[in-house]
């Protein structure tokens, strides 16, 4: 049951702070629908996912109406294409049937167009991965995701060398849209399961027929909170958790009541603060809020581990079904604290991987310049691959180089996607290290059986 006093908190929180639940997303599995015949599997999926998902739209919009809280997106995740396609081999004849639904449904994202390959490719997952390119720059909704590396089993580096191409290709294919496939595409190391967040959004085997997993927002919430607060770091994450109780609250609400209206599971909530390009809803805020004069300042990583150590304890204490990535997102484009430290040349790239050793993401939604090579590319998504593995923690690259552009100049996505400052890049050459290929092994840690 929900309190009085609760009640009005929320109220107030979505009037006057940009509470707002971020995503549902509804997960379905599409084992069902693999046959040998691509008509047959594509007409298999059509009809299972307008069954399940096709009133996904009405009933996010009936339930926000309802309580009052804003849902932003409605998406669908499926299992990943890689693995429904292989046996007929008709990845591109799905990617139009899910471009089909996604229009048809009216949502906003529709991910799972995705690979694991954190070990070793087989010739079809690579013949796969070679199409994102197309697939990405010919819809609108689609995302991508590809898993190169699990604190298990290491690091595919032919993976990751691969995806140098893909991206540099992705970005080519719209380069008259500043890039914007890229912004579609994510790599991951330690991928989950139940995502609700685009990109990497998929539905992962472990996972129920169908399942709603909401992500929930709030950076807002959270800064309004701590401008009330004169103690130290200590009160500090206890406001901070209190408030991540109260927004996990709103979440969990959403998640049963979507679940329970649309006959499927109720999975997860992701308890991460997603920011927007909004003023007032930035998380480099809450950054600075804390003591920071401006995010990218020495002192940034560690109050960002303060932040993410908080928004965890307090929406666990909130939900027994907490999931999907879980903490503080630092996507540049994304957040208006984020871009004005980055065009006043206060948030360095460095600095962003650093902050990535202790947020729930990774190098997120970061513009840089077009003429990059694939090579530069892929060591950096080595680089921050390499946090994940080592730190056993989800970390994920969605970089765009974007085409005809250079540092200092300004990409523009649109929507929740912003806009984002060119970043500079180190352009050492780092081509002998990609090219050696192979796998970067486990850590030590990670042989626990």
């Known amino acids: ?264 599971s109720y999975g997860i909530v992701d308890l991460s603060l997603a920011p927007t390009p909004v003023v007032g809803d930035s998380v480099a805020h809450i950054l600075e809020e804390i003591g920071l004069e401006s995010v990218g300042a020495c002192g940034t990583t560690a109050t960002l581990a303060l932040l993410n150590d908080a928004v965890k304890k307090g929406g666990i204490m909130a939900s027994n079904h907490v999931g999907g990535l879980s903490g503080a997102f630092i996507p540049v484009s994304e957040d208006a604290g984020m871009i004005k430290a980055a065009e006043n040349g206060l948030l360095s790239l460095e600095k962003l991987e650093a902050m990535t050793a202790v947020c729930s993401v990774g190098l997120d939604m970061i513009a840089i310049p077009g003429d990059v090579s694939p090579e530069i590319i892929s060591a950096l998504i080595a680089d921050e691959i390499a946090i994940g593995v080592v730190n056993t923690k989800t970390t994920a690259v969605r970089v765009i180089p974007v085409y005809g552009k250079k540092e200092g100049e300004t990409a523009t996505f649109g929507g929740l996607l912003g806009e984002a400052p060119v970043m500079p890049i180190n352009r050492s050459d780092p081509s002998k290290f990609v090219n050696r290929g192979g796998r970067i092994p486990a850590p030590l840690h990670s042989n626990k059986n």
């Open 1 to 264: 049951m929900y309190s009085t006093n609760e009640i009005l908190e929320t109220i107030n929180m979505v009037s006057h702070q940009h509470l707002d639940v971020r995503t549902i997303t509804l997960g379905v599995s599409l084992f069902d629908c693999i046959t040998d015949s691509p008509k047959r599997t594509c007409d298999k999926i059509y009809d299972k996912l307008m069954k399940k998902a096709g009133n996904i739209v009405k009933v996010g919009n009936d339930i926000a109406g309802e309580i009052g809280v804003p849902i932003v997106n409605k998406r669908i995740a499926v299992t990943p294409i890689s693995l429904v396609s292989a046996s007929s081999k008709g990845h591109l004849e799905i990617i139009k049937t899910l471009d089909k639904v996604a229009d048809e449904t009216g949502i906003d994202f529709l991910g799972g167009y995705s690979a694991l390959v954190h070990k070793a490719m087989t010739p079809y997952e690579k013949e796969f991965l070679l199409s994102i390119p197309e697939a990405l720059s010919t819809t609108n909704k689609i995302c991508s995701s590809v898993n190169v590396a699990t604190s298990k089993a290491g690091i595919n580096m032919d993976a990751v060398k691969l995806m140098g191409k893909i991206v540099k290709d992705c970005a080519y294919l719209t380069r008259d849209q500043d890039s914007i496939a890229c912004a579609k595409l994510v790599v991951f190391a330690n991928a989950v399961e139940d995502n609700p967040f685009m990109s990497g959004a998929f539905l992962g085997s472990g996972e129920d027929d169908a399942v709603v997993n909401v992500g929930v927002s709030g950076p807002g919430v959270v800064k309004v909170a701590l401008e009330q607060v004169d103690g130290d770091l200590t009160q500090v994450a206890e406001v901070i958790k209190q408030t991540a109780f109260k927004i996990t609250r709103v979440g969990q609400l959403v998640a049963r009541e979507a679940a329970n209206r649309l006959g499927v």
